[in-house]
């Protein structure tokens, strides 16, 4: 199918006025999500509006939801390629939340240790592979003699974590009778969510295999990034919640990767702007939910999922979002995000607004050339701008000569077209922690050179329809 859709046209609507409930409410997810965009996706279909909308979800002056818009870009595809790269370029690590985020693993390292002298802590997800946004999730392992289906050791963690006050009260949560056994908590000091599971081996396998599949596919960081924060902002990316997890959805996006039908989809200067609409096209209209599952082993390929089930137990059936787990093949990676085809709606809206953007006749809208295109889908919240504030405010006194490589490849953005190397053992001197009367801020003020490939057209692989 094209990439451009007359489809899009619906993207020139206004949006309607929200109520004060859904102001409210808006404010009560924002607690758990700071990212959260809930009570105002709709102004996202907004075009010709001079008001921006703050994170609540009300209309207010001021902040514009886009502070990674702060040039001009070229017109069509091209363009939003170039503000891709930005958004990647703001919402990169910084230096001062790697420390940040170290920290808060050193602190509840101490507990653990103090409890299991002889246990193993190590980091996964996102925070070890460098694709965290500023207010993801620190993902914990710890290695140690415990007894499988023991769910002792969560609850004996739980209560030195209250006892050492390195969680805030009422944010533990101890999740035994989950499929992997977990404990979420917040950080006292920093509102840093933290989940800490048991002897999970794949997990630490799973930071390894994410971090060869990003020097095969260098664009691959740019995708994840700008698709976690669409999930993020819509409470989507929660699996308890039926959402997709960041190891789901990076498998997805390999495996669009890998089955393109473009030879440049492996090429740093493959243009991001393209790959976005056309991983929108797939998995929004042209991906057979029902009947087609996903490996990206080998190489990739489709699943058949009558054949898929032939091999599973009478009376199990793949899920509806069926993606095989490449270290554990009997795993399905996408069983438990019941709400699979929410996302693939929001993915055909993305699709439909972003290929209209960027079609021929979006250049004669008014005052287009200023318009945020990545915006229509995205903001970044004000608190979250704020919290990133507060950050490098309480951590950015670390010298950045003292910075050297480590074997985690983060980037960290630290000015415009300069980035450095993070390192994983930084030195505890020239900087303060916060103290607990200084907690990061939970509500907003009132105020607040990419590459250049060429465009080109896209097209969708026919032969997941087929499947």
């Known amino acids: 199918s094209s990439l451009l859709s007359e489809s899009g046209?619906?993207?020139?609507?206004?949006?309607?006025p929200l109520t004060e409930s859904e102001c409210g409410l808006g404010n009560r997810r924002r607690r758990d999500n700071r990212a959260s965009t809930f009570g105002f996706n709709r102004s996202l279909l907004s075009i010709g509006s001079n008001s921006a909308v703050d994170d609540a979800g009300c209309r207010g002056v001021g902040y514009t939801g886009t502070p990674w818009?702060?040039?001009?870009?070229?017109?069509?595809?091209?363009?939003?390629?170039?503000?891709?790269?930005?958004?990647?370029?703001?919402?990169?690590?910084?230096?001062?939340?790697?420390?940040?985020?170290?920290?808060?693993?050193?602190?509840?390292?101490?507990?653990?240790?103090?409890?299991?002298?002889?246990?193993?802590?190590?980091?996964?997800?996102?925070?070890?592979?460098?694709?965290?946004?500023?207010?993801?999730?620190?993902?914990?392992?710890?290695?140690?003699?415990?007894?499988?289906?023991?769910?002792?050791?969560?609850?004996?963690?739980?209560?030195?974590?209250?006892?050492?006050?390195?969680?805030?009260?009422?944010?533990?949560?101890?999740?035994?009778?989950?499929?992997?056994?977990?404990?979420?908590?917040?950080?006292?000091?920093?509102?840093?969510?933290?989940?800490i599971s048991f002897n999970m081996k794949n997990a630490v396998k799973a930071a390894a295999l994410i971090k060869d599949y990003k020097k095969k596919y260098p664009v691959l960081p740019y995708l994840v990034l700008v698709l976690k924060q669409f999930l993020l902002q819509r409470d989507m990316n929660e699996v308890f919640t039926g959402g997709i997890s960041s190891y789901c959805l990076f498998l997805?996006?390999?495996?669009?990767?890998q089955l393109h039908s473009r030879e440049d989809a492996c090429s740093p200067n493959a243009n991001t702007g393209v790959l976005l609409i056309e991983f929108f096209e797939l998995y929004g209209r042209h991906f057979n939910y029902l009947k087609t599952?996903?490996?990206?082993?080998?190489?990739?390929c489709y699943l058949s999922k009558d054949e898929v089930q032939k091999s599973m137990l009478d009376g199990y059936r793949p899920s509806l979002l069926y993606i095989?787990?490449?270290?554990?093949?009997?795993?399905?990676?996408?069983?438990?995000?019941?709400?699979?085809?929410?996302?693939?709606?929001?993915?055909?809206?993305?699709?439909?607004?972003?290929s209209h953007a960027v079609s021929p006749i979006a250049k004669y809208y008014p005052n287009n050339h200023s318009k945020s295109i990545l915006g229509r889908?995205?903001?970044?919240?004000?608190?979250?701008?704020?919290?990133?504030?507060?950050?490098?405010?309480?951590?950015?006194?670390l010298?950045?000569?003292?910075?050297?490589?480590?074997?985690?490849?983060?980037?960290?953005?630290?000015?415009?077209?300069?980035?450095?190397?993070?390192?994983?053992?930084?030195?505890?001197?020239?900087?303060?922690?916060?103290?607990?009367?200084?907690?990061?801020?939970?509500?907003?003020?009132?105020?607040?050179?990419?590459?250049?490939?060429?465009?080109?057209?896209?097209?969708?692989?026919?032969?997941?329809?087929?499947?």
């Open 252 to 257: 997805i996006a390999v495996s669009f990767l």
């Open 69 to 195: 818009k702060t040039r001009n870009y070229s017109a069509g595809i091209l363009g939003l390629h170039e503000e891709i790269q930005d958004f990647y370029a703001y919402m990169s690590p910084r230096p001062e939340e790697e420390r940040m985020r170290r920290e808060v693993v050193e602190r509840i390292e101490r507990v653990i240790k103090d409890l299991w002298p002889t246990a193993d802590v190590q980091v996964f997800g996102s925070f070890s592979t460098g694709l965290y946004l500023p207010t993801s999730d620190i993902d914990l392992v710890v290695f140690g003699k415990f007894r499988d289906g023991d769910s002792l050791p969560l609850w004996r963690l739980e209560e030195a974590l209250r006892k050492h006050k390195v969680v805030e009260e009422n944010s533990v949560k101890v999740l035994d009778k989950a499929t992997v056994p977990i404990i979420k908590l917040t950080d006292s000091l920093t509102e840093v969510k933290v989940d």
């Open 399 to 467: 010298s950045l000569n003292s910075l050297t490589l480590n074997g985690n490849d983060v980037t960290l953005l630290v000015e415009p077209q300069q980035t450095y190397e993070c390192n994983n053992n930084l030195s505890e001197e020239g900087a303060e922690s916060p103290s607990s009367s200084s907690p990061p801020p939970s509500s907003p003020s009132s105020s607040s050179s990419s590459s250049s490939p060429q465009s080109s057209s896209a097209s969708s692989s026919d032969a997941v329809s087929a499947l």
């Open 9 to 16: 046209v619906c993207a020139m609507l206004p949006a309607p």
């Open 377 to 397: 889908i995205i903001r970044v919240t004000q608190e979250v701008a704020e919290y990133r504030d507060w950050i490098t405010m309480k951590w950015a006194d």
């Open 293 to 300: 599952g996903i490996r990206i082993k080998d190489g990739g």
């Open 324 to 354: 095989e787990d490449p270290l554990q093949p009997g795993n399905d990676v996408g069983r438990s995000s019941y709400g699979a085809m929410q996302v693939k709606q929001v993915f055909d809206y993305a699709y439909m607004v972003l």
